[in-house]
């Protein structure tokens, strides 16, 4: 009998043992992960999207299955890469911005966002080229070329002061053909004489 109420106790504390879950992970206290999502969403609320990152891990090392949390993540993520890239365009590094933006892209290759964002930085770049080429031409059709050049490089991205930068420039080309012209009437070019025999 003595051994039979042993037995029956063994089992009962191994069943008592396999029910409680002995030996496997329990999920963070509700209040831990409370805490936690309150400071994902304070981070991701006050732009600090490294934290907002950090943080999100954390929460989908909890609860792995949430979709919502991973796409939260996978948006933070992609956020830290463009305020990396709008620091160096502050900074007039429009070159390391666009590698920051490429270096997204190979984590994130179908990041909406970091594609737009390669586009205008692409183009922002080209953009000094074009501007260059306007300030170097001398002559009224190299000034010409370059305008058209711009104009046609530049027409997704007109804004208010680069129309007005095209109009100055189109009274500059005005001005530079007339003087042009001016010193074509009062020198005229005469056709070199053959030589002599």
């Known amino acids: 009998m003595k051994k039979n109420f042993?037995?029956?106790?063994?089992a009962g504390f191994g069943v008592c043992a396999l029910l409680a879950?002995?030996?496997e992970e329990h999920q963070a206290p509700p209040s831990e992960r409370n805490q936690l999502v309150n400071r994902f969403f304070r981070s991701m609320e006050n732009g600090d999207s490294v934290s907002a990152t950090s943080q999100g891990?954390?929460?989908?090392a909890m609860d792995p299955?949430?979709?919502y949390i991973a796409k939260l993540v996978n948006i933070q993520q992609s956020n830290s890469y463009v305020e990396r890239a709008q620091k160096?365009?502050?900074?007039?590094?429009?070159?390391?911005?666009?590698a920051v933006v490429e270096e997204g892209l190979k984590v994130y290759p179908l990041n909406r966002t970091l594609s737009q964002l390669r586009g205008q930085l692409r183009q922002l770049r080209h953009a000094k080229m074009l501007i260059?080429?306007?300030?170097?031409?001398?002559?009224?059709?190299?000034m010409t070329a370059a305008l058209t050049a711009a104009t046609t490089g530049l027409s997704s991205n007109r804004t208010e002061k680069l129309e007005n930068y095209f109009k100055t420039y189109r009274?500059?080309?005005?001005e530079t053909a007339a003087r042009e012209q001016a010193a074509a009437v009062a020198e005229?070019?005469?056709?070199a004489r053959p030589a002599e025999r």
């Open 88 to 98: 160096l365009v502050n900074a007039g590094d429009v070159s390391g911005a666009l």
């Open 171 to 174: 009274q500059r080309i005005a």
């Open 57 to 60: 891990q954390k929460l989908l």
């Open 65 to 67: 299955g949430n979709d």
């Open 6 to 10: 042993i037995t029956i106790i063994s």
């Open 21 to 23: 879950g002995c030996g």
């Open 188 to 191: 005229p070019v005469v056709p």
């Open 132 to 142: 260059a080429n306007m300030r170097s031409a001398k002559s009224s059709s190299a």
